[in-house]
């Protein structure tokens, strides 16, 4: 038995070339019990498919790319609470 799948390829992250849609998606989700979203490793490129330039301006953009993931999932960021 196979768990029920969301291939998640947002606009908001690069597309993902033709050739390779059918083997790669940014993230799936699976629904099984409880969802769980498993996130591809990220990089520094923008939607457009141009990569940042410097260090830090990438490590944004892979965690724009993340949030944008978590997005199209419905899913929020859980912020703990200051002690």
Aim: some cysteine.
């Amino acid at each position: 038995m196979t768990a029920p799948t969301s291939h998640r390829n947002p606009a908001s992250v690069w597309g993902v070339p033709e050739p390779f849609k059918s083997i790669y998606s940014h993230a799936v989700e699976v629904t099984a019990g409880t969802r769980l979203l498993f996130i591809s490793g990220q990089v520094g490129i923008a939607r457009d498919g141009t990569p940042r330039v410097g260090f830090s301006e990438q490590c944004e953009q892979a965690m724009d790319n993340v949030e944008g993931l978590l997005s199209a999932a419905a899913m929020t960021k859980v912020v703990a609470a200051a002690p």
